[in-house]
């Protein structure tokens, strides 16, 4: 037994002591309200070990890897660190991405060589963000259908309990669980307890947005899905009290808009449903998350959209109007007149340029409507800077790369968007 589990048996006013000394001499990240966030990068929770050097990864390569997304300047780090099982941390509740994956990519044997370490990318994320003084939380794809119908057996909740498969009539057999079963529900509880309690997360995030199936039966379980949120909401107070922090975060990734029917005609440059629908066809309450104050921010999103792809802000605004909630639409980086296989290169200057001022627009779409700040996702393609090239993704071309790290650290000023929009200049 190492030593991060010979700890998960010490009482928790213990393990949350060493925590506390471990953290000693990082920086304690200044919280804005709510409102004040700026952007928020929500972080592949593989990306890095993508462009790692796999089995023979350190943790200095690691925190390398890191430290060049915080170079976009985002306002809060939401890193994706769970589906919600398997996980990319060390963990005694859920099972460990490296476990039963055997992908012919470098993330396994990353995760095996930072485990062999001593550590985690979780643990590596947080400690490169204290260093930064930038908030993190463990955003977790909920309902994940990453790998299809063969994510069941990715983790030893699942492998355990095939009867509790979510059922969606009509649909073909899913790659997830239902969180209308207790059995279900309570595992995800103790997942989200246990990641709160031994890592020194800013709190937590829910993404039910990465995928598109979230409980059976949404129109009669939203009840259960906003149990969840709301014991979360207990749980991460109750939390922050033992560990002497004024608070902890709970921010949610959901629907482009908040109720009726949705058309794909509805959401130019997005998908029609099942991959975007309202948040009540979703069984997600967002009226009594917000009524209660159970959340600090939500980021209305499209799946996946082609530009322009963005949700329906000026809704998710009204209905925050008077409560300490920030309002973050996610942009996604693709424009409907490039694919991956046809890159940007930085010498491309018409295309860098169109890419540079479309990218603009959107993000000051989002603030004439109200926008309290931009959430991105999955920005800065999967090689980064200094580390190795991804092979899923050869043609990924640095124009793309360089112009989203040259528009992220705008994005939390709109006068700073509107005048990049204008200015001549290109890449430095």
Not at 62 to 85: E, H, K, N, W, Y
Not at 293 to 300: A, E, K, T
Not at 313 to 333: H, M, N, Q, R, S
Not at 412 to 428: F, G, H, K, M
Request: charged residues 25%; negative net charge; hydrophobic residues 40%.
């Amino acid at each position: 037994m190492n030593d991060f589990f010979a700890i998960s048996a010490l009482p928790i006013w213990m393990v949350l002591s060493m925590v506390a000394v471990a953290q000693l001499g990082c920086a304690a990240p200044k919280f804005p309200d709510n409102r004040g966030f700026g952007s928020i990068l929500n972080n592949d929770a593989t990306n890095i070990m993508y462009a790692s050097t796999g089995a023979d990864t350190t943790p200095e390569e690691f925190r390398r890897g890191i430290g060049f997304l915080l170079d976009a300047r985002p306002g809060l780090l939401a890193q994706s660190t769970g589906q919600p099982d398997p996980v990319f941390y060390r963990s005694q509740v859920a099972t460990p991405f490296s476990k039963y994956v055997e992908e012919t990519n470098r993330v396994v044997p990353a995760m095996r060589a930072l485990a062999a370490a001593g550590t985690d990318p979780l643990q590596l994320a947080v400690e490169v963000c204290r260093e930064r003084g930038i908030p993190v939380v463990a955003s977790y794809r909920m309902n994940s259908e990453d790998f299809g119908p063969r994510a069941l057996t990715h983790f030893d909740f699942a492998r355990d309990n095939p009867q509790f498969v979510i059922q969606i009539p009509g649909v073909p057999p899913r790659g997830c669980l239902d969180p209308a079963h207790p059995e279900v529900y309570a595992h995800r509880m103790a997942i989200f307890r246990e990641v709160i309690e031994k890592y020194d997360v800013d709190g937590l995030e829910f993404d039910f947005k990465r995928w598109i199936f979230m409980i059976s039966e949404p129109q009669k379980n939203h009840v259960i899905l906003t149990r969840m949120v709301r014991e979360t909401r207990q749980m991460l107070d109750e939390v922050a009290k033992h560990k002497g922090k004024k608070r902890m975060i709970l921010g949610v990734r959901v629907e482009p808009v908040i109720s009726g029917d949705l058309r794909k005609e509805d959401i130019p440059g997005g998908h029609g449903p099942p991959w975007n629908r309202s948040c009540e066809a979703s069984g997600l309450d967002i009226r009594t998350w917000v009524e209660e104050g159970l959340v600090d921010y939500i980021c209305p999103s499209h799946f996946w959209p082609e530009w322009p792809g963005l949700p329906h802000t000026a809704e998710f605004v009204e209905l925050a109007k008077g409560k300490d909630i920030g309002i973050y639409p996610t942009i996604f980086p693709k424009p409907a007149w490039t694919k991956d296989d046809s890159p940007i290169e930085p010498g491309d200057e018409a295309k860098v340029r169109r890419y540079k001022n479309e990218l603009c627009d959107l993000a000051l779409r989002c603030y004439a409507e109200g926008a309290d700040g931009i959430s991105t996702f999955n920005w800065l393609p999967h090689h980064q800077r200094g580390m190795q090239p991804d092979p899923n993704r050869p043609n990924w071309g640095d124009g793309h790369k360089g112009m989203q790290m040259k528009i992220h650290p705008l994005l939390a000023d709109r006068a700073a968007l509107e005048a990049y929009r204008v200015s001549p200049v290109l890449l430095d």
